[in-house]
């Protein structure tokens, strides 16, 4: 199995940058691709980011337009999502997750993913 934790969330200011990191342990060998989802009160799971194993290849949702950057660091079993200019409807709980099978391409959806973190609030005032 495969343990993800989420660390970085807390309350900004609209305008304000936020980093959450993702550690992954257990049978990390095991996790490859790896992705960023949130869920706002009263929504559905919607993809944020996400990143191949080896790092080279990312994806974003539409809504980030260039103001989050995902990366990771496989020595240290973690993904980090930098998030700046943050705005109110960024506000939610943000999910990392995990792929379990070596594919190239990181996937947008939540169902191809088999591990995932507890979540960490992110809250945005205006």
């Known amino acids: 199995q495969v343990q993800l934790v989420e660390s970085g969330g807390g309350l900004v200011q609209a305008g304000d940058s936020l980093r959450l990191s993702c550690a992954a342990s257990g049978r990390t060998s095991r996790a490859y691709n790896k992705g960023w989802f949130r869920q706002a009160p009263g929504k559905e799971r919607e993809f944020v980011a996400a990143i191949s194993t080896s790092g080279i290849n990312t994806d974003y949702a539409d809504f980030v337009e260039g103001r989050f950057a995902i990366s990771r660091d496989n020595a240290k079993n973690t993904v980090y999502l930098q998030m700046n200019s943050l705005k109110p409807e960024d506000t939610a709980v943000y999910y990392c997750?995990?792929?379990?099978?070596?594919?190239?391409?990181?996937?947008?959806?939540?169902?191809?993913?088999?591990?995932w973190g507890q979540g960490t609030q992110v809250t945005i005032s205006s």
């Open positions: 997750a995990a792929q379990s099978k070596p594919i190239p391409q990181p996937r947008r959806e939540g169902d191809e993913y088999d591990y």
